[in-house]
């Protein structure tokens, strides 16, 4: 059995937010913007309010059951990045959960080993939406 890192990891701060806004607003998901107004936050829905589409990938879940989803043009890009959501202080995107809280969510990243890179290309593609 091959031992796959994950794509997506959290802070214990984001999992403390995460746990906030699920109990205010039930089941969450998150979304990697690719850019445009929002830059390339990620951005965090009610379960079922951002349609995940053909395109999207899945890069796992986060705080229990939480998923992560990233477009596929953004994925090319990040595919050989470990993503770390994590919290600071000041105004989140305007549709992300997180924004009436004065904090936001962003993005740190590291770069696979070789070794890890290897392991993830053995492992086959991420599951996609539909």
């Given at each position: 059995m091959i031992d796959i890192p994950p794509r997506?990891?959290?802070?214990?701060v984001a999992?403390?937010?995460i746990a906030g806004l699920t109990a205010v607003h039930g089941p969450l998901m998150?979304?990697?913007?690719?850019?445009?107004c929002d830059g390339s936050a990620p951005m965090?829905?009610?379960r079922g309010e951002f349609r995940v589409g053909a395109q999207d990938?899945?890069?796992g879940h986060v705080a229990g059951d939480v998923p992560v989803w990233i477009g596929a043009a953004q994925f090319d890009y990040w595919r050989?990045?470990?993503i770390?959501?994590?919290v600071v202080r000041g105004r989140g995107a305007g549709m992300?959960?997180?924004s009436p809280e004065g904090v936001r969510f962003i993005v740190r990243s590291r770069i696979f080993t070789d070794e890890e890179d290897k392991r993830l290309a053995a492992a086959g593609q991420p599951p996609r939406g539909r």
């Open positions: 997506i990891l959290t802070t214990s999992d403390a937010l998150f979304h990697q913007s690719g850019g445009c965090c829905f009610p990938v899945l890069l050989h990045t470990q770390t959501i994590d992300s959960l997180e």
